[in-house]
């Protein structure tokens, strides 16, 4: 038996002992001190007393029910033995029927139903091809998906019914899951989907994860082509076999959607890659697929140099990258050169081969993007992130411009220190600036003015006012600000304005 005192586990409660008749019995020495709700559990199937007794219309045996969805048996403190129960029904066994699934392929077949009750529950399984309306969508933080016919029939796709996944609002990861029998990897490591976008270059995440722990690996891919279908292939590598049971599919992460046709995506045909993979198949390119069966002839080398420009949105002595390269160390990775323009680039020949993850460090200060994207809902720039606790950039291998099999990089430019949509200030940052007004510079807890002003302001990065004074006094605390570099705007009493750039470290 189960029951409340055992969690409903089917496992942990009590087992009855088998008299020999047909008949089971349950002995409880000292007999129980409270009132036990319980129902039987035979082979393993707990009994379901709603469906039998709504058909006998006998509620007797079930005193804690509300008539549709529970009906429990209880033992009363004082009733004494029990006998005249029968598994599945108040009546007894030559009326007794048995409500389940009959259905062998089912997930919840009941090997001991005599009647169908409806609730079979069929597996999902890949591959999935929406050609049916069994799959069910399980949408999260503003996406929204429907089984639709084909609106776009191509020779890629030209399946009778698709998926159309709209974002609209919610949040910036915005998607949707179907649970599925737990993925079998024994055979292959690639899953193709095909996808339809509005635009090309949208990050299409594909993630595999087991419902119960969470445990998952995501691959994100972008698509290549605006309003066409066209097939992405995720290779997720070695992994288990039966221990994903969710697939979880997310357009354009970083950015939340508005219901337009922009934000309207179609996705179909989730399945396994089947015989030969094309690819490029020389170990010395920069994009082998050392899974690949059949060359492609889009072997790519790089050959060439990569620059990237960063405008730091502010006059600035030094500029570093830092990142996984580096060990994070913001002092180990490479300068940058100084531009006439106030920018400055980092050149790198031969260009790196192998992804790049980093941030940059402007005066001894990393750039904290987790920060500008709460800030500013814009994640764009930085696809290596969780969205809490991390958010870095990345310069991806192959991100350039194939010529005769040879790759050539552009310059990398758009770049802005601490922020994915620009700088976030319109101070004027010219020779005028008198950076003696304050001091000292950099300061740890507390600066002094070294001038008489009405009013104090000071800027993060980003444009925020972080801190606002009247009448301040010669001496300012900013000990409760974050390190990094502010601008202080002072106004005197003539509304004349001075901009001070500080570090605060």
């Known amino acids: 038996m189960t029951g409340p005192w055992w969690q409903w586990n089917l496992t942990a409660g009590p087992e009855a002992t088998d008299n020999g008749d047909g008949s089971w019995t349950f002995n409880f020495n000292p007999a129980p001190t409270e009132d036990m709700e319980y129902l039987l559990v035979v082979d393993g199937i707990m009994e379901n007393l709603v469906g039998s007794n709504l058909a006998s219309q006998n509620w007797d045996c079930t005193p804690v029910t509300d008539y549709e969805t529970y009906a429990n048996r209880e033992w009363a403190v004082g009733s004494g033995d029990v006998s005249g129960i029968y598994y599945g029904t108040c009546e007894d066994c030559s009326t007794l029927v048995i409500y389940g699934c009959m259905n062998e392929a089912a997930a ?10 409806g609730s079979c529950i069929i597996p999902t399984m890949l591959p999935l091809t929406f050609e049916s309306s069994s799959v069910e969508f399980t949408d999260f933080d503003g996406g929204n998906s429907t089984v639709v016919p084909n609106p776009y029939s191509s020779d890629i796709n030209s399946s009778s019914n698709v998926v159309e996944h709209v974002r609209n609002g919610g949040q910036f990861w915005a998607g949707t899951y179907i649970s599925v029998e737990p ?109 690949a069966s059949v060359d492609d002839g889009q072997c790519y080398y790089n050959v060439s140099s990569l620059k990237i420009t960063v405008n ?121 600036i008198n950076q003696s007004l304050v001091y000292p510079n950099p300061v740890a807890d507390k600066f002094r003015l ?53 570090l605060k470290k």
Not at 351 to 358: I, K
Not at 470 to 499: R, T, W
Request: charged letters at 15%; a negative charge.
């Open 108 to 117: 919840n077949y009941n090997p001991l139903a005599t009647q169908d009750d």
């Open 183 to 291: 993925i079998d990897f024994s055979n292959g490591s690639v899953i193709n989907m095909k996808v339809y976008a509005p635009s090309a270059d949208i990050p299409v995440l594909l993630k595999i994860e087991q419902s119960s722990t969470g445990v998952n690996t995501e691959l994100t891919m972008n698509t290549t082509v605006a309003n066409a279908w066209e097939v992405l292939s995720y290779d997720f590598g070695s992994q288990p076999s039966d221990l994903y049971d969710r697939v979880v599919v997310i357009f354009n992460m970083g950015v939340v959607g508005d219901g337009s046709a922009m934000s309207t995506y179609y996705f179909d045909d989730i399945q396994f890659a089947t015989g030969p993979i094309s690819g490029c198949t020389d170990s010395q390119a920069i994009n082998y697929n050392p899974d």
């Open 312 to 432: 730091p949105c502010m006059d600035v002595d030094s500029v570093r990258l830092t990142g996984p390269f580096w060990g994070w160390n913001i002092l180990e990775g490479p300068e940058a050169s100084k531009n006439s323009d106030g920018t400055w680039s980092f050149t790198f020949d031969p260009a790196p081969s192998e992804n790049m993850e980093y941030l940059l460090v402007v005066d001894g200060v990393m750039e904290d993007m987790v920060a500008a994207g709460s800030e500013s809902g814009d994640w764009s720039c930085t696809p290596v992130s969780d969205y809490f606790s991390y958010a870095n950039r990345l310069w991806e291998v192959g991100s350039g411009v194939i010529q005769g099999g040879v790759l050539t990089y552009s310059d990398v430019t758009g770049v802005y220190y601490g922020s994915c949509i620009g700088c976030g200030n319109d101070f004027n940052l010219d020779e005028s």
């Open 450 to 502: 070294n001038t008489n002003v009405s009013s104090l302001f000071i800027y993060d990065i980003y444009g925020k006012q972080v801190k606002s004074v009247n009448n301040p006094a010669d001496e300012i605390d900013i000990s409760s600000l974050s390190d990094g570099v502010y601008m202080i705007q002072l106004v005197d009493e003539n509304s004349q304005n001075s901009i001070i750039k500080i």
